[in-house]
């Protein structure tokens, strides 16, 4: 995809963001009858510049997605520590050891057990 300016390319990393989060980020590459893999092009692109620049090898696309994502929150707690926590409960969890499958998925609470409604 060419993109033509920043604006259009924030756009475009934002969509592609979201349809990460949607699907769930361990599962953008899931091919079945009624899913095929999530295209994050310009994703793929920065995380693979990224890891570059820092001198890091990820084969996996979405272990490479989630190094990124991972390492650009914790820059960004240093500016907002509850929009930075909010953010990585939303792509990997309340932990990083549970990682909700789609977004429908219900987060939990500290106490392991899904909020009332």
């Known amino acids: 995809m060419s993109v033509g300016s920043d604006g259009d390319l924030a756009t ?4 592609e963001l979201a349809a990460c989060r949607k699907r769930g980020i361990d599962r953008i590459d899931v091919r079945s009858h009624n899913q095929v893999p999530v295209p994050t092009p310009e994703l793929q692109r920065l995380a ?5 620049a820092i001198g890091h090898s990820v084969k996996d696309r ?3 997605i989630k190094h990124l ?4 929150l914790t820059v960004f707690a240093a500016e907002s520590e509850p929009d930075a ?4 409960a939303l792509f990997f969890g309340d932990s990083q050891h549970h990682v909700p499958k789609s977004a429908s998925e219900p987060r939990r609470t500290k106490a392991g057990r ?3 409604r």
Request: hydrophobic fraction near 55%; avoid cysteine.
């Open 12 to 15: 475009v990393i934002s969509a």
């Open 48 to 52: 693979g510049e990224y890891l570059l």
């Open 62 to 64: 979405v272990a490479q």
């Open 69 to 72: 994502l991972r390492d650009a």
């Open 85 to 88: 926590e909010m953010i990585m």
């Open 114 to 116: 899904a909020p009332r």
